[in-house]
């Protein structure tokens, strides 16, 4: 959860990526590293195996907004997406905040995204964190594949109940990057705030 620095002022949230591997979660990180600047941003860690690659990346604090007179500071983390990492993955979900999910639209990956959605939900409980309360976002990536899947065929097998709002994004050409982050964070600041945020009404946003 949140940590508050009271001689900073200043309230950490941490924000994971999460999602099939290859899927995109490391594109979204290296984008907003980029772009953000230099003053605001910590340093990128990331950890590459011969299998997958990209372990975690560490930190990547954001300042964005004020809460109560606290200074807001974000930590952006992914984890491994092959399944044999998950103490990896149930390791980087301790104190999460919220969850962004990075779906992959190639068409062979329908039932990798049903898995790691699956999984998400499963490592989230193990932590006494309940999945359908967290605040999260879903984002459909590489709308650019040939053959892409259809949005809705997509949601169908991780979000049935179309609970969170969803992006649909090219994170490698960075769109849709930014408009993820910013509604996450979004919702991270409301349940702060004592909004007691869900997840947001369901709505899709297009790059």
């Known amino acids: 959860m949140s940590?508050?620095?009271?001689?900073?002022?200043?309230?950490?949230?941490?924000?994971?990526?999460y999602g099939p591997g290859m899927g995109g979660k490391t594109?979204?990180?290296?984008?907003?590293h980029a772009k953000v600047p230099e003053d605001l941003r910590g340093k990128l860690i990331s950890v590459e195996t011969e299998d997958e690659r990209t372990l975690f990346f560490d930190f990547l604090p954001l300042d964005?907004?004020?809460?109560?007179?606290?200074?807001?500071?974000?930590?952006?983390?992914?984890?491994?997406?092959?399944?044999?990492?998950?103490a990896s993955r149930k390791l980087v979900l301790r104190?999460?905040?919220?969850?962004?999910?990075?779906?992959?639209?190639?068409?062979?990956?329908?039932?990798?995204?049903?898995?790691?959605m699956r999984n998400l939900r499963e490592n989230l409980k193990a932590h006494g964190i309940d999945p359908d309360t967290l605040p999260m976002v879903i984002q459909?990536?590489?709308?650019?594949?040939?053959?892409?899947?259809?949005?809705?065929?997509?949601?169908?097998?991780?979000d049935p109940d179309k609970r969170y709002i969803t992006f649909e994004a090219q994170a490698s050409?960075?769109?849709?990057?930014?408009?993820?982050?910013?509604?996450?964070?979004?919702?991270?600041?409301e349940r702060l705030k004592g909004h007691g945020a869900k997840g947001g009404p369901a709505a899709t946003s297009r790059p």
């Not at 964005?64 to 998950?86: A, C, E, I, S």
């Not at 459909?140 to 991780?158: E, F, H, Q, S, Y």
């Open 3 to 17: 940590q508050i620095n009271f001689a900073l002022r200043e309230i950490s949230c941490k924000v994971v990526y």
């Open 27 to 32: 594109s979204n990180l290296k984008h907003v």
């Open 64 to 86: 964005l907004g004020t809460v109560k007179g606290f200074k807001t500071r974000f930590h952006l983390y992914t984890v491994p997406g092959q399944t044999f990492y998950n």
């Open 95 to 116: 104190g999460v905040d919220g969850v962004v999910f990075v779906a992959d639209s190639s068409p062979h990956r329908l039932r990798a995204n049903a898995e790691s």
């Open 140 to 158: 459909i990536n590489k709308r650019d594949v040939p053959g892409a899947l259809p949005t809705d065929m997509i949601r169908a097998v991780i």
């Open 173 to 189: 050409a960075g769109l849709g990057v930014f408009e993820t982050l910013r509604d996450i964070s979004r919702l991270v600041l």
